[in-house]
């Protein structure tokens, strides 16, 4: 457990990290959404979500040319992880930057909706998954 427990709080234990984190609480969104609201090159956030996956944090699904990133369902079975999200959600309630963060991937969401980039093919954005935050 001390091995797994230290893979999630280094994966956490990044300012950029968190702000997906917190981010994908509110929904999957595409590697592209992501690059916008941090504005980072597309490399850079490609490692970030890549450490946030090998963490079992987040998980991706590809849809036609695009790769969507979310929450990993498992996290609901893992108290470890569920517990971090749950702190991290906490502790960014009313922190200003974390709340444009949000307003900035909302944005980003209804741009790449009207270009194409969308999520709302999915199975998983018709039935309203609720993220570990209790928001759908």
């Not at 079992?56 to 979310?70: A, C, M, N, Q, S």
Request: proline content about 3%; some cysteine; overall charge positive.
């Amino acid at each position: 457990m001390y091995r797994e427990l230290e893979t999630i709080l280094k994966a956490a234990g990044d300012r950029n990290r968190l702000r997906i984190l917190h981010m994908l609480a509110d929904g999957p969104l595409c590697v592209c959404q992501i690059v916008a609201v941090l504005d980072l090159a597309q490399p850079t956030i490609s490692k970030h979500l890549a450490v946030l996956k090998t963490a079992g944090l987040i998980e991706d699904e590809k849809r036609g040319k695009w790769v969507f990133y979310d929450l990993a369902g498992r996290i609901k079975k893992n108290s470890a992880r569920r517990r971090l999200l749950r702190l991290v959600e906490k502790a960014l309630a009313g922190d200003s930057e974390a709340g444009k963060d949000l307003k900035q991937a909302g944005r980003e969401k209804a741009r790449a909706l009207a270009a194409g980039c969308s999520d709302e093919s999915s199975p998983r954005s018709k039935v309203g998954v609720v993220s570990a935050g209790g928001r759908p």
